[in-house]
């Protein structure tokens, strides 16, 4: 079989390597661009579920949302209906990065997808979602404190 995981990787970390370089000047740590861009896409969501929207673990997402804030990028609210979660919101600084965040994601898609046709990149998109949804039952297995069997 062949190793596509490996090749997703490289592309992965080439990315998020360019994106850490080009976000120092808008003083963005290393991968929190991830973070804020979903918060902004998802305004009230609470760690736990950002976590596992991103597939990190609850330690590394709450640095994460601790620098931001820290930052001033984003804040948290207390929810009404469980005062044990805390919703988070992008501030209005977090707002004013965002679009030059996602014209870096568009520069990057645009990169990578150079030469690929429609159909191609629709096909692309709907097989990369799948795996996304094959390993996302092991996620969870494995977080949750279990062990797969190979």
């Known amino acids: 079989m062949k190793d596509?995981?490996?090749?997703?990787?490289v592309i992965a970390r080439a990315l998020e390597s360019i994106s850490n370089i080009e976000?120092?000047?808008?003083?963005?740590a290393k991968g929190q661009f991830v973070y804020l861009v979903r918060i902004y896409e998802?305004?009230?969501?609470?760690?736990?579920?950002?976590?596992?929207?991103?597939?990190?673990?609850r330690?590394?997402?709450s640095r994460a949302i601790r620098n931001l804030e820290k930052n001033g990028f984003i804040y948290k609210q207390a929810d009404a209906t469980n005062k044990k979660n805390k919703?988070?919101?992008?501030?209005?600084?977090?707002?004013?990065?965002?679009?030059?965040?996602?014209?870096?994601?568009e520069h990057s898609n645009s990169v990578a997808l150079e030469g690929f046709t429609k159909e191609e990149i629709e096909t692309l998109s709907a097989m990369l979602k799948r795996v996304n949804n094959n390993i996302s039952e092991d996620w969870h297995l494995v977080k949750k404190g279990n062990k797969r069997h190979y």
């Open 4 to 9: 596509i995981l490996r090749d997703i990787g």
């Open 42 to 57: 998802n305004p009230g969501i609470i760690q736990e579920k950002l976590a596992e929207l991103v597939k990190i673990d």
């Open 87 to 105: 919703l988070l919101y992008v501030t209005e600084k977090g707002k004013s990065i965002y679009p030059f965040i996602i014209r870096e994601n």
């Open 23 to 28: 976000f120092k000047e808008i003083d963005l």
């Open 59 to 61: 330690t590394t997402a």
